[in-house]
């Protein structure tokens, strides 16, 4: 079955540094997405992107933060210099038909955790 | 994105079938519920979806009410594989936006 893969499954830098999240949607999927995840708090919605740009963002996805689908099968988050509140789990989804106010599916990889030290 | 209201937690026995129900009174119209789960350690894993009609599919069956106000989702057979946390969803454009859904607890 087509999965969402992330890489690295973890990752731990230093304060101010910059780190690049990487992930492979399933290959025939056109929307993408970024969400994270504070320990044991919920899902936050950070980006949405879609035809080579950004559709929709959340507060959380200010000038720090940046998206790229450099290639025909990667898309990345980019967080340019890191501060300790970013430390969490960093989820990719995909999604064949976008809208899920159409009834659209999400599908998600297993997560990149970030650490920031 | 309208709001929906669920239980913090519930609990069932290995077998048998869980109701996890979930208000939306201010759905609008057009909104499609959607319901996710994500098991612990993982990503958020797709559940079902629906509009206006009832919906089965091989994980799990949605009930929705004729006013559309409420929703359940129906395991009907819980494993100890079904413990995670599962999110009732409203979504009017494109994008899910999750609360702090039930966390089911299964007992074997």
């Known amino acids: 079955e087509p999965e969402v893969t992330q890489t690295p499954s973890h990752q731990v830098t230093q304060m101010g540094q910059e780190v690049i999240l990487r992930c492979v949607p399933i290959?025939?999927?056109?929307?993408f997405y970024w969400y994270r995840q504070i320990l044991g708090q919920k899902v936050e919605f950070l980006v949405s992107?879609?035809?080579?740009?950004?559709?929709?963002k959340s507060e959380i996805f200010d000038d720090q933060f940046s998206v790229e689908r450099p290639d025909g099968s990667n898309f990345t988050l980019k967080i340019r210099s890191t501060k300790l509140e970013d430390s969490a789990m960093y989820f990719c989804?995909?999604?064949?038909?976008?809208?899920?106010?159409?009834?659209?599916?999400?599908?998600f990889g297993s997560g990149t955790q970030l650490s920031v030290l | 994105d309208a709001k929906t209201t669920q239980p913090n937690s519930m609990e069932s026995n290995e077998e048998e079938p869980v109701h996890l129900p979930c208000n939306h009174s201010?759905?609008?119209?057009?909104?499609?519920i959607h319901w996710y789960r994500q098991l612990p350690s993982q990503g958020p894993e797709y559940v079902i979806h629906?509009?206006?009609s009832n919906v089965n599919n091989r994980m799990a069956s949605l009930a929705i009410a004729e006013d559309r106000k409420s929703s359940t989702l129906i395991l009907h057979r819980a494993t100890l594989r079904d413990a995670a946390v599962y999110y009732c969803?409203?979504?009017?454009?494109?994008?899910?936006?999750f609360g702090k859904g039930t966390r089911l607890h299964i007992l074997p």
């Open positions: 989804a995909s999604s064949e038909e976008g809208r899920t106010g159409r009834g659209g599916k999400l599908f």
């Open positions: 290959s025939n999927h056109l929307y």
């Open positions: 992107f879609y035809n080579n740009e950004i559709s929709e």
């Open positions: 201010t759905i609008s119209g057009t909104d499609y």
């Open positions: 629906g509009l206006t």
């Open positions: 969803i409203l979504s009017g454009d494109d994008k899910i936006i």
